[in-house]
């Protein structure tokens, strides 16, 4: 009798827990547009040509060009907490994730700053990228 009332009592704190960590996961699916960069010293890059998109664990990335093409990185992604790890495919071409994604690795974890239904805000070291739902 005592194990069920204590189920009974767990169970709203489990599903709220489980409802927090969908809800965040929800809010991240999507296309999202790079719209800038802040960087320590203040100074704000603007951007508008990368696009990340997250799909029940998928990430992959959109660089549109300056000659109209694009180049798209495929990964992986997951959230932990209020932090998200993304992994690139080993094949991806590390310099042009320097030049495109301005990443010196195959794998990045970020700290989301922001995470709504229309922004979001992903802090590595001392690089804030802002994005906007797409």
């Excluded at 999507?30 to 029940?56: A, I, M, P």
């Excluded at 907490?81 to 320097?98: F, G, Q, T, V």
């Amino acid at each position: 009798m005592m194990k069920k009332w204590l189920y009974l009592l767990c169970l709203p704190l489990l599903l709220s827990v489980v409802a927090s960590c969908s809800d965040d996961e929800d809010k991240l699916t999507g296309k999202w547009q790079l719209r800038q960069y802040e960087l320590s010293d203040g100074t704000v890059q603007k951007e508008d040509s990368v696009f990340y998109n997250f799909q029940k664990g998928s990430f992959s990335a959109i660089c549109l060009l300056e000659d109209k093409t694009y180049h798209t990185f495929f990964g992986l992604y997951s959230l932990q907490d209020d932090k998200i790890y993304i992994i690139l495919r080993p094949e991806e071409n590390i310099d042009l994730c320097k030049q495109y994604l301005q990443w010196d690795e195959l794998g990045r974890t970020f700290q989301i700053e922001e995470l709504s239904s229309s922004t979001l805000q992903l802090r590595s070291e001392d690089i804030v990228s802002v994005f906007r739902k797409y």
